[in-house]
């Protein structure tokens, strides 16, 4: 079987975000950027049973955030931080939501990403 044929296809596809859940997350990690890429809108209706289906991977697919949490996509930071940010344990995302929340661009402020950034650090210890 070809991965690549688990991406969903809509905003609607939740048989493809069913099928998913067969699978462990070695055989969908080429994929994660591709079902990353469905939790830039939340209002999409497939964003949240993503989001529900990478939270148990959310050490494993770190990298992955930290590259969404240092892109310029500021509405898509704020839904990664939503999604992930009280879970995520690794040290170099927490940094990342430490600076963001810190040090934010001027981007991150006016799209209130350091807003979530701020209640993530203010209940996770460093």
Same mark, same amino acid.
């Given at each position: 079987m070809n991965i690549k044929t688990l991406i969903p296809k *809509?905003?609607? *596809?939740? $048989?493809?975000v069913e099928k998913l859940k067969n699978y462990?997350? $070695? @055989?969908? @990690?080429? &994929?994660i950027p591709n079902l990353l890429? /469905?939790?830039? *809108?939340? +209002? /999409?209706?497939?964003?949240?049973?993503?989001?529900e289906l990478l939270?148990?991977? !959310? @050490?494993? &697919? !770190? !990298? $992955?955030i930290l590259k969404i949490l240092k892109s310029e996509d500021q509405v898509w930071k704020y839904w990664i931080l939503h999604t992930f940010g009280e879970i995520v344990k690794d040290k170099m995302v927490l940094n990342e939501i430490e600076r963001i929340?810190? =040090?934010?661009?001027? *981007?991150?402020? =006016? @799209?209130? #990403?350091?807003?979530?950034?701020? #209640?993530?650090? +203010?209940? +996770?210890?460093?």
């Open positions: *809509d905003k609607f *596809d939740f $048989e493809t462990s997350f $070695e @055989e969908i @990690e080429p &994929i890429e /469905w939790l830039q *809108d939340i +209002n /999409w209706p497939i964003s949240k049973p993503i989001g939270i148990p991977f !959310s @050490e494993k &697919i !770190s !990298s $992955e929340a810190k =040090d934010p661009t001027k *981007d991150e402020i =006016d @799209e209130e #990403v350091f807003e979530i950034a701020k #209640v993530i650090i +203010n209940k +996770n210890t460093f």
